[in-house]
């Protein structure tokens, strides 16, 4: 079946340091990747997301690259504000049988000033 | 209208009561789910609906009975629960159910419930 393995947290940062969450997947076929992004209290948003191969998915600064190669969607972001402090999940959702979301185990990320 | 509307926000209920979780969403999306998250974990999934018809139930305790009134609501009709049964429990939304599904899912703020 699918799965994603995550970069172990929590992270802790200094404001606009620059900022990676490793996220790596199984899957057959070619599945949608995205990250989510959770903030204390509240629900799950979606931060950006890739449906095929090479695609680079960005929003609010934030980037991250399908890299079918090395089965990775590596989370990036240039300078961090500590308003990015929150959970961040990496999520695929695959092929025909496994087309229900899979999620990462999640990486809380603090960021101070 | 680009959200998902669950409600109430909290909830307290005791292992003999019945209650109600209730979602919404206005986006014309025929996609429906149920989540359960305990914290400092990712969600996990519980039911999926596709044009308003049960698709994937994942094993989820009789306790917990879902319902999909129509295209835009989904109810959560809880019965019985038990105190481990407490935790955030998400709704989401999206376009269709399917394969590499490419759209996302847009997820409620939830329902914290607390069973005593």
């Known amino acids: 079946g699918n799965s994603v393995t995550q970069m172990e947290g929590p992270v802790t940062l200094s404001e606009e340091a620059f900022l990676t969450i490793n996220c790596t997947y199984t899957a057959t076929g070619y599945p949608s990747l995205f990250w989510y992004v959770q903030y204390p209290g509240e629900g799950l948003q979606l931060l950006l997301k890739?449906?095929?191969?090479?695609d680079k998915g960005s929003n609010k600064g934030f980037e991250a690259t399908y890299r079918k190669e090395t089965t990775s969607f590596h989370l990036e972001k240039g300078s961090v504000q500590v308003s990015d402090s929150a959970v961040y999940f990496c999520?695929?959702?695959?092929?025909?049988?496994?087309?229900?979301?899979?999620f990462g185990t999640g990486t809380r990320l603090t960021i101070i000033p | 209208d680009t959200e998902v509307t669950q409600t109430p926000k909290h909830l307290v209920m005791g292992m003999t009561n019945k209650k109600s979780l209730k979602c919404e969403q206005h986006m014309g999306h025929r996609a429906m789910y149920w989540y359960k998250q305990k914290a400092k974990k990712p969600p996990e999934l519980m039911f999926v609906?596709?044009?308003?018809?049960?698709?994937i139930n994942e094993s989820v305790p009789s306790r917990f009975s879902p319902e999909c009134p129509n295209s835009s609501l989904l109810n959560l009709h809880l019965h019985a629960l038990q105190p481990e049964d407490s935790a955030l429990y998400l709704c989401a939304s999206s376009q269709s159910y399917g394969p590499g599904t490419p759209y996302g899912y847009t997820f409620g703020s939830g329902t914290r419930l607390t069973v005593v």
């Open positions: 999520a695929l959702s695959g092929g025909f049988g496994n087309e229900k979301l899979t």
């Open positions: 890739a449906t095929k191969a090479d």
């Open positions: 609906y596709s044009y308003e018809k049960l698709s």
